[in-house]
Every structure is written in structure tokens, then in C-alpha cells.
């Protein structure tokens, strides 16, 4: 996993901070959430919450922030996790963290204003739900982080370029329209 936090402006310039935790094999956002005062007790909070009881992650990449602390860092230790930092002035180095923070704001924030903390944080999670669910990531080829079994189910057709009779492709608005995501559904017959 790699986390970062990056800065958002509310309509009432009111500075936010931003925490995204995203794992790297899957390309899925694990975790996103605002604060006005980011603190090592919040951030770690953030972090227990992800990594739960599940040991399914090895290691938490993050750079060289100030609130990322010897202390935090110990924090994290004893959450079963390795922690790895960044070098100075590299963000390369976390380049698929920064990578989704500039998509986060390329396809989100720079299309809505938030009102408050409480306003962004539910801007984030629908679109958080939409790049999980929705969004196709060519880093998967061409795939979503958490698929349905039933569209899985219908793509399988002979071709790649057509659908299997039958098929409908359905249209769901996401973020007022802002995005949309197609899915898959078998036609009903007429009866």
C-alpha cells in the first residue's frame, strides 16, 4: 500500500487535507478521508481502520512528510506492516499514490466546489465507489478494481468487439452526471 495526503479548497477557501491509502497491486483505493487538522493519532487511526485484523498487506510506502514521525512510523510497525519511505524529493518513488491523487483531481475536483469537510467527504466516496467499481484502470488491462461476477459472466462471448445476443448495455450517472459507468444486463424477454 502507499498513502499521501494532498490539499483541497472548500467555496469558503477552507483548507483541507485530503488522506488517500491505495493498494498497489489491485489499484484500489482502500481508503480516502478529510480532516481540517491532520495529526499522527488521526493518520494512524486511518491506517488501523485499513489494515484491520487481515494481514493482506506487507508494506505502507510513504514520503517524508513531517506528520509521518518516528513515532507514527513505530505506530505502523506495530500494525504488522514494513514501512518504506521515499527518498527526498522523489515523488516517483510513490509515483502510483501521486499518480491517483492527480486523477482524483483531474476528474473530480477541478469539476466541483465543495461547500464543507462534510460535503467533500461525500464528493470522495462517490467517487471513490465509482473508480473501485466503475472506472476502468489500463494498469489492469483493461479492468476495474472490484468487478461484479455478473458482467464477468456476460463479457464472455466469442468476440472481444461484440456482445453475446441478448446483451443490453445499461448507463448509471455518477457524481450528477459528471461520469457515467456502463455495465452489462441480459435482455428480458418480451412476453
Request: with cysteine; aromatic share 6%; glycine share 6%.
Amino acid at each position: 500500500m502507499a498513502c499521501d495526503f494532498f490539499v483541497a479548497v472548500t467555496a469558503a477557501f477552507r483548507l483541507l487535507y485530503v488522506f488517500v491509502v491505495i493498494e498497489h497491486g489491485s489499484r484500489r483505493l482502500a481508503r480516502v478521508d478529510v480532516t481540517a487538522h491532520p495529526s499522527a493519532a488521526w493518520t494512524l487511526q486511518q491506517l488501523r481502520e485499513v489494515v484491520g485484523f487481515d494481514h493482506a498487506h506487507r508494506y505502507l510506502i510513504h514520503d517524508r512528510e513531517s506528520i509521518f514521525a518516528r513515532q507514527l512510523d513505530n505506530s505502523i510497525r506495530a500494525l504488522g506492516l514494513i514501512v518504506l519511505k521515499s527518498p527526498p524529493r522523489c515523488p516517483k518513488a510513490t509515483s502510483i499514490c501521486e499518480r491517483v491523487i492527480g486523477t482524483i483531481r483531474r476528474e473530480c475536483l477541478d469539476w466541483l466546489i465543495s461547500i464543507s469537510e462534510v460535503h467533500l467527504r461525500a464528493i470522495l466516496k462517490s467517487w471513490v465507489k465509482h473508480n473501485n467499481r466503475g472506472r476502468p484502470h489500463s494498469a489492469l488491462g483493461p479492468g476495474v478494481p472490484d468487478p461484479s461476477k455478473a458482467a464477468a459472466v456476460l463479457w464472455k462471448s466469442e468476440s472481444l468487439h461484440r456482445l453475446r445476443a441478448g446483451t443490453l448495455v445499461l448507463a448509471k450517472s455518477v457524481l450528477g452526471g459528471l461520469h457515467h459507468e456502463y455495465s452489462l444486463a441480459a435482455a428480458r424477454a418480451n412476453t
